[in-house]
DNA sequence: CGGAAGATTTCT
DNA sequence: GAAATCTTCCGA
């Protein structure tokens, strides 16, 4: 089943904690892509130093950010890799949640493909490895992931126990826990030493 | 209009 | 540990 918008219509590190073990969706013409999420971090909008929205600032590119929550917001990072994140809270107001890794189910020959690589441990394990993986890029910026037919969170019971975690990768606000990831996960991108 | 920074990955 | 790589954003 296809999560509806009230899924993901709550505060974004709520989000972020209950799509671990969810299953993402990609249908495309050449076949389907699955994985399950196992690793997400949040992102809780304007008082946020590590959002693109810090400060209420509304830009061409997080515009997306302010859209109904479950809409996708894809971008560039470091000019190399596309990062996926899914829109929560409210529309209006700019949190999400960045979907760090995922645990290959399904489609995982289109995977290795296009990263060009045979091993499954390094085909999703990392936010931008995953959008290659699956060939999702900016076209799928601004997608709504509650009412589309082919790029979707599915729902699952299953969700492990869960670690909450620094985020990584930032300069400012890595003093909130709102790293997610599903312990002993081996597809988890960075685990975290107490 | 120029420059710096960036929610990463990959190779050395 | 450092380079690759390029769009976005901000200050002048």
Known sequence: MR???????????????????????????????KGKIVETEAYFGWADPASHAYGKKITKRNIILYKNPGTAYVYLAYGTNWLLNVVAEKKGFPSAVLIRALEPLKGIGMMKRNRCTKEIINLTNGPGKITEAFGIDINHNGLDLSENDFLFIENSEETGIIVEAPRVGIRKGKEHLLRFYTKGNKFVSKITTF
């Open 3 to 33: 999560l509806p918008r009230v899924f993901y219509a709550r505060e974004s590190k709520i989000v972020a904690k209950d799509l671990l073990g969810k299953i993402l969706v990609h249908k495309t013409s050449e076949g389907i892509y």
